[in-house]
Each structure stands twice: as structure tokens, then as C-alpha cells.
């Protein structure tokens, strides 16, 4: 089973500033790899698929990147709003696994 | 609109069985694969496993594997999960999800949760 590791674990960002989260998988992924939004007290949200493709309705200030063993998911431009956990998904090999998540903090 | 609803919030004692459903509708039930995550309360997303409406072809984690069942009625774009014997440990918010499309893929749906409590 395909192993991802999410860091950091906790990030604390100032509104307005980057966040930058990492997500590694100790085998090859492809492209095949998802981000999640996941705000207090609602379902998951599908922010990125593809490693790079943004989901419909997402914001521009939501990008990705990577492929293979090493992912990257950066909100340019933080607002308040983006309180949330955050998790990768691959779906390259089943049986597909999550990341334990990145909390993100607003300072 | 494209939507996954969930049945209600269940209680059950360790033991008993239980069965949760979610109703598909705006799509096309069988072209697209549909699973079930979980996640305990305080704790991250588990992918528990993924059924093809189309043929029945179904996928599990080796966790959740012989665990859980997944099933389809393709006649009423229903998909379910199933317990034979609740354990206290089951205890968790299980959502249904569909993928972006037509092959294993990101989950593009979720439903709104199912949360299940299971008393010892």
C-alpha cells in the first residue's frame, strides 16, 4: 500500500501571506494524486486532481504541482477562510490512501 | 445537480447490523465509480473502498477488507455499506463519494456524512 506523508503537520500562515503544504509517496504516483479541503464540521472538498488541475469553482489562488513521489499545494494569497485541513489523495494504485493531513492555522 | 445523499445518523450496540445508504441523482449511476470514506472523530480521512456500478467490480482496502461490504441498486442509483456485527471501534462519520469520472479517480462528490455510534 502506497504510503503518503503529508508536512508539516501544523502550518500557521499570516492572511495574505503564501502557505505552502508537501505531500510524498514512497512509490511513483504519476499524476495521480488529489487535494482536499476539509473545514471544521463539513465534508471534504475537492480542490486539485490530476496533481495539477483545479476543481471546478476552486479559487486561482489554489495551485499545485509535482509529480512522481514529491507534491506541492500553495495558496498564494491567504485569507481567513482557508482554515482548514488539508489532505492528498492518491488513486494511482489500489488500494488508494490518504494523507494524514496538514492543518493550516491563520496567525 | 449532480448530489449524493446520505441516510440519517445511526445508533447501534456492538453486535448488531447495520446497513447505510446513498442515493445518487443528476448523473448517470453506473458510469462512474463510487466508495465510501471514513473518519473517526478527531482523525483523517480513511478510503475504505470503491464499487463500478456498471459490473460490479469492487475495491477494497486490506483494512476494511472482509470488514464492510459494498453494494449497488443500479435501479434505484443506490449505493450501500454494510456491517454484519458492529464493533465500538466503527464508530465514525462515513461519507459516500463519487469520482471526477468514469475511472478510479479523485472524489469529486461527497455526500454529507453519515455519522455512526456503536455502544459496547
Known amino acids: 500500500e502506497i504510503v503518503l506523508t503529508q508536512s508539516p503537520v501544523t502550518l500557521s500562515v499570516s492572511p495574505g501571506e503564501r502557505a505552502t503544504l508537501s505531500c510524498r509517496a514512497n512509490q511513483s504516483l504519476s499524476n495521480n494524486l488529489a487535494w482536499y479541503q476539509q473545514k471544521p464540521g463539513q465534508a471534504p472538498r475537492l480542490l486539485i486532481y490530476?496533481?495539477?488541475t483545479r476543481a471546478t469553482g476552486i479559487p486561482g489562488r489554489f495551485s499545485s504541482g509535482g509529480s512522481g513521489t514529491e507534491f506541492t499545494l500553495t495558496i498564494s494569497s491567504l485569507q481567513s477562510e482557508d482554515l482548514a485541513v488539508y489532505y492528498c489523495?492518491?488513486?494511482?494504485?489500489?488500494?488508494?490512501?490518504f494523507g494524514r493531513g496538514t492543518k493550516l492555522e491563520i496567525k | 445537480e449532480v448530489q449524493l445523499v446520505q441516510s440519517g445518523t445511526e445508533v447501534k450496540k456492538a453486535g448488531e447490523s447495520l446497513k447505510i445508504s446513498c442515493k445518487a441523482s443528476g448523473y448517470s449511476f453506473t458510469s462512474y465509480w463510487i466508495g465510501w470514506v471514513r473518519q473517526m472523530s478527531g482523525k483523517g480521512l480513511e478510503w475504505m473502498g470503491m464499487m463500478y456500478p456498471d459490473d460490479s467490480e469492487t475495491r477494497y482496502s486490506p483494512s476494511f477488507q472482509g470488514q464492510v461490504t459494498i453494494s449497488a441498486d443500479m435501479f434505484i442509483s443506490t449505493t450501500y455499506l454494510q456491517w454484519s456485527s458492529l464493533k465500538a471501534s466503527d464508530t465514525a462519520m462515513y461519507y459516500c463519494v463519487r469520482a471526477v469520472a468514469a475511472i478510479p479517480d479523485a472524489f469529486e462528490i461527497w455526500g454529507q456524512g453519515t455519522m455512526v455510534t456503536v455502544s459496547s
Open positions: 489523495q492518491q488513486y494511482n494504485t489500489w488500494p488508494q490512501t
Open positions: 490530476g496533481a495539477t
